[in-house]
């Protein structure tokens, strides 16, 4: 007997789209990644993976997670050209339910089931709240952010822009960095240093205020160099992972979030053991006055391969009026 599937779930960044199926247990099958760059739209990506997977017949609802944000079940997407609507893919692909959803948004649906086995955690051994806030952000083509609100009966995914709020310095070399990144944007936001793009700019950087030429050709090079002892690419990885942590401290304090902030994003997974060093924790907690309120925060690494295709489960299965 041919697989019934409960539904369609997909994460769209700005570099990648993740699509899976979602069998009648709530349990993802069949994920496969594409290339964002290798299609001129979403629709085209979603027929490829259909086509690969069930064939003519499709499945009944869609929740896709995407990166921007959704207004009206319309999207525009933040780093891709690339516009569209629910009522779009209802009408190319049948389905009788569609929910478009904020990419970090899902990821937040997402950390509340997550198995122990799919994070790493960050820092001291702490429980955290189970009916607080929890906060998902996370660094790759651009910086996400989103929290979910929990009670005893239902979780609401609470999507946001912060990754588009401004960068505070948080001494005389950051301020710096931020001074360069003004001359050349204006405005100087939070993505502007926590992206693929902002890492290597702040690696330009602190390159040039140390008397150095910069030798590496871009973000991923820089990642391999410091993994390799290049001393540059190690000062401007750990400086990267001491500003997310300060940026995750804000966003805990912002949102309460004493259930949890879990790191996310394509980069955070490249630099596991510079994130457990300890600079992303010291500086997660060097508040002040509310140092106290983030040190009994927890703090994770989300090593699961489809985060945002869980929490797209999860929202699948309010559609069909189940809880997970």
Known sequence: MAMVYAGLVGDVGGTHARFALVDGEGHLRHAKTYACADYGALDEIIAAYLTETTGRKRPAKAVIAVAGPVVDGEIEFTNLDWQVSETELIAAFGFDAIKLVNDFAGQAMAAPVLDPADLRRIGPDLPGS??????????????????????????????????????????????EVWRRLQAVHGRVSVERVLSGQGLYDLYVALEDMA???????????????????????????????????????????TYGARGGVYVGGGI?????????????????????????YVRDIPTFLITHPFPALVGCARELAQLEGVRL
Do not use: N, W
């Not at 979780?155 to 001494?171: L, Q, R, W, Y």
């Not at 002892?229 to 805990?252: E, K, N, P, Q, S």
């Open 130 to 175: 189970p009916t607080c806030p929890i906060v998902v952000l996370g660094p790759g083509t651009g910086f996400g952010v989103a929290a979910v609100a929990r009670s005893a009966h239902v979780d609401i995914a609470v999507a946001t822009e912060a990754g588009h709020t401004g960068f505070a310095p948080h001494d005389a070399v950051e301020a």
């Open 268 to 292: 955070p997974p490249r630099l596991v053991e510079r994130l457990m060093s300890g600079g992303f924790r010291a500086r997660f907690e060097a508040k002040g006055r509310l140092a106290p």
């Open 211 to 253: 008397g150095r030429t910069p030798s590496l050709a871009d973000e991923r090079r820089l990642i391999e160099a410091g993994a390799a002892g290049d001393v540059g690419a190690g000062a401007a990885l750990d400086r990267f992972c001491a500003i997310l942590g300060g940026v995750a401290g804000d966003l805990a304090l």
